[in-house]
């Protein structure tokens, strides 16, 4: 059974870190593009960042940009999600994706759309407030 589990998520200060993680189990992530996507309460699900089968490839939102990392480890079976100097806007439940085999990371128009995942992970919140 394909299953997505993320964990990491937490209640961190405005400036700081946290790392979130997702393991796959069922299937190898060596063949897959992974992603992140976040959604805060009364808005849209958003993509956040992605990363290509190799790892030689990834993409990010504008606003997490210079901020947040992704990488993988396919020994692990795991993907990555460092993300640096938090902002309160950062406030979401953040999903990991798996997404279809029909496109590329660098592409953005396939990276930023949801309905280019085919498996969600359950999601783990991430609260920045002082």
């Known amino acids: 059974q394909l299953q997505l589990v993320e964990s990491g998520g937490g209640l961190v200060q405005p400036g700081g870190s946290l790392r979130l993680s997702c393991a796959a189990s069922?299937?190898?992530?060596?063949?897959?593009?992974i992603g992140w996507f976040r959604q805060a309460p009364g808005k849209e699900r958003e993509a956040v960042s992605c990363?290509?089968?190799?790892?030689?490839?990834?993409n990010y939102a504008d606003a997490v940009k210079g901020r947040f990392t992704i990488s993988r480890d396919n020994a692990e079976n795991t993907v990555y999600l460092q993300m640096n100097s938090l902002k309160p806007e950062d406030t979401a439940v953040y999903y990991c994706?798996?997404?279809?085999?029909?496109?590329?990371?660098?592409?953005?128009?396939?990276?930023?759309?949801?309905?280019?995942?085919?498996?969600w992970g359950q999601g783990t919140q991430v609260t920045v407030s002082s």
């Open positions: 990363i290509s089968s190799s790892g030689r490839s990834t």
């Open positions: 994706a798996l997404y279809n085999a029909w496109g590329r990371c660098s592409f953005s128009p396939y990276f930023s759309s949801a309905d280019q995942v085919d498996y």
């Open positions: 069922g299937f190898t992530l060596d063949y897959a593009t």
